[in-house]
């Protein structure tokens, strides 16, 4: 019995000695504003918004100039970006891939640019917001010599010139 008195008077004591936690003290109210969140990706009305959000190039069958479904999509969806932001002009450039001589290719890209162009002005684009060029085989996407390749390098760009936000 006596250890038992012994070892509770220790315990007694031991927990006596214990350290309490400081309190926490009460925050005090501050001026300073929260931080504002960033919002993540382009900004709203830049080139890389038009790049990312809409999609800058149609592609084009071989030998062919004509729009397929998935590129009026595209340019439906540039039309809209277009009619948001008024300001901006764009270059519609026409390419083509490596096969066939080269002035054939420039004209290729002529038309695949016009195809684009007329396109969007028939969605309500102002023609005097687009100008055409075609590089026809001068400026690949992927310079391999295949037909993954060629089926990329036929292509329509859509790139901003103006009065897109900085």
């Known amino acids: 019995m006596r250890n038992t008195v012994i070892a509770l008077a220790a315990v007694a004591a031991l927990a006596a000695c214990a350290s309490r936690p400081e309190p926490t003290p009460t925050p005090t109210p501050t001026t300073t504003t929260p931080p504002v969140s960033q919002p993540s990706g382009p900004t709203a009305g830049s ?3 038009f790049r990312v959000s809409v999609g800058d190039r149609v592609f084009f069958g071989y030998d062919r100039f004509d729009l397929t479904p998935e590129a009026r999509s ?11 932001y008024p300001n901006v002009r764009v270059l ?7 096969r066939g001589t080269r002035e054939y290719n420039l004209s290729l890209g002529a038309r695949r640019a016009a195809a684009a162009k007329d396109y969007l002005v028939s969605l309500g ?7 055409t060029v075609s ?3 001068e400026r690949p996407l992927d310079a391999r010599s295949n037909e993954e390749a060629w089926s990329v390098n036929r292509n329509a ?5 103006s009065g897109a936000v900085s």
């Open 47 to 49: 080139a890389e918004d």
């Open 135 to 137: 590089y026809g085989k």
């Open 157 to 161: 760009h859509t790139q901003i010139v």
């Open 125 to 131: 684009v102002a023609a005097n917001r687009l100008e």
């Open 74 to 84: 595209l340019l439906e969806r540039q039309a809209a970006w277009l009619g948001r």
């Open 92 to 98: 519609v450039a026409g390419n083509a891939d490596e």
